[in-house]
Every structure is written in structure tokens, then in C-alpha cells.
């Protein structure tokens, strides 16, 4: 069966400090794979979508960026954090065709 | 813009009662339409989806409606338990990629 493993599970950092959060999906193979955030009490909005190794599209302009280093692993980043980029960030995996996406257990980012 | 407009934003329902989540969507190329249940703290999971070939679709409690022509389509919860109390999502993509989500609904259930 397919897994989607996210860490860490929370995170507390300064404003201006580097960020990297991984992804990585078991069970399935060249998945399609999302960076969503979710504000607090709102919903979720995609960030980052990539059909491929090395393969990224950026969804809406701002301070992170996202790479697909290898098949299942996806990292989020941003080389200097601002007090904006707090919420909750959610991976997620789907396949062409397949019944729906599905979402690793998210990050909880606090930048202080 | 491709937008899903969900409502109400918050619901109070006694246990046994029937809530019921609406949304519409724009774009009517959209044609997977999944519902996500979410618990604080957690990730979404899917809960039930339609595509816009049926008007309905029952997945033990939870039942989708879904009226093409009025571009909406909603969930309804029968026998609502406390243990449904959590935050729900409608969303819209085409195929199942991409979604576009509604902005919530919380859900609370009453003993």
C-alpha cells in the first residue's frame, strides 16, 4: 500500500532563517506530487506541482521554492523565512487516473 | 479564476441530525469533485468523491448530490455521530489533479 511520510511534524523558526521540509512517498511509482499550505481556518492552497524528477511548477509567487530530487521525494525551501510563511504545509501524491490525491500527515511552521 | 465557494463556514448539528455542506464551483471544465475530512493537527483524507456523469453517491453515512446544470454539489452526513465533528473540504479539479479546495466547514456534533 502507498505511504507519504512528512518531517518534521513541527517546526519553530526565526524570521530570516533557511527552511527545508521533506517529503517522500512509498508504495507507488513517478507520482504526481503537491506543496500545499493552510493558513489558519482556511483552506488549502496549492503552492507547487511536479509531474517528474526535476519537473516543478510554482502555483502562486512567493518566498519558497520546491525540488524533486528524486522519483518519491519532494522538498519545500526558502532560503529566509518571513512571519507570512507560518501554517500548516501539506504533501500530497496522486497518479494519472487514479482515484484521488492523497496527503502526507503535514508540517506545522511557526516563524516567529 | 478557478474558485470553489463552500459553505457554511461553521455547523452545529445534534447528534442523529443530518449536516449538510454546499458548494459551487465556476469552471466547468472541472470534473472530479472529492470531499475531504480533517481532523486538527492531521492531513486531509478523502472521504467520498463524484465525477459529474451521476447526481449521487453513497458511501455508507456520507452521500454527495451533485447538480451539473447548477454547477454545485453537496454532502450530506446521515446519523451524524460526535466522532464526525472535524473540518470539511469540497474540492474540484480536472482529472484528479490539482485540486481546488473550498475554504471549510467546521463541523461540530452534539450529543
Known amino acids: 500500500s502507498q505511504t507519504i511520510h512528512q518531517w518534521p511534524a513541527t517546526l519553530v523558526q526565526p524570521v530570516g532563517s533557511p527552511l527545508s521540509l521533506e517529503c517522500t512517498v512509498e508504495?507507488?511509482?513517478?507520482?504526481?506530487l503537491y506543496w500545499y499550505r493552510q493558513a489558519a481556518g482556511r483552506g488549502l492552497q496549492l503552492l507547487f506541482y511536479?509531474?517528474?524528477?526535476?519537473?516543478i511548477s510554482s502555483e502562486v509567487p512567493q518566498n519558497l521554492s520546491a525540488s524533486r530530487p528524486q522519483d518519491r521525494q519532494f522538498i519545500l525551501s526558502s532560503k529566509k523565512l518571513l512571519l507570512s510563511d507560518s501554517g500548516f504545509y501539506l504533501c500530497?501524491?496522486?497518479?494519472?487516473?487514479?482515484?484521488?490525491?492523497?496527503f502526507g500527515p503535514g508540517t506545522r511552521l511557526t516563524v516567529l | 479564476q478557478q474558485q470553489v465557494k463552500q459553505s457554511p463556514q461553521s455547523l452545529i448539528v445534534q447528534k442523529g441530525g443530518i449536516p449538510i455542506i454546499n458548494c459551487a464551483y465556476e469552471?466547468?471544465?472541472?470534473?472530479?469533485f472529492p470531499w475531504y475530512q480533517q481532523f486538527p493537527g492531521k492531513g486531509p483524507a478523502l472521504l467520498i468523491a463524484?465525477?459529474?456523469?451521476?447526481s449521487e453517491k453513497k458511501e455508507g453515512r456520507f452521500t454527495i448530490s451533485f447538480n451539473k446544470s447548477a454547477k454545485q454539489f453537496s454532502l450530506h452526513i446521515m446519523d451524524s455521530q460526535p466522532g464526525d465533528s472535524a473540518t470539511y473540504f469540497c474540492?474540484?479539479?480536472?482529472?484528479?489533479?490539482?485540486?481546488?479546495f473550498g475554504t471549510g466547514t467546521r463541523l461540530t456534533i452534539i450529543p
Open positions: 500530497a501524491w496522486s497518479v494519472l487516473g487514479g482515484i484521488s490525491t492523497f
Open positions: 508504495g507507488t511509482s513517478n507520482p504526481n
Open positions: 511536479s509531474v517528474g524528477i526535476g519537473q
Open positions: 469552471n466547468t471544465a472541472f470534473d472530479y
Open positions: 463524484i465525477r459529474p456523469d451521476v
Open positions: 474540492a474540484a479539479s480536472m482529472g484528479n489533479e490539482k485540486l481546488t
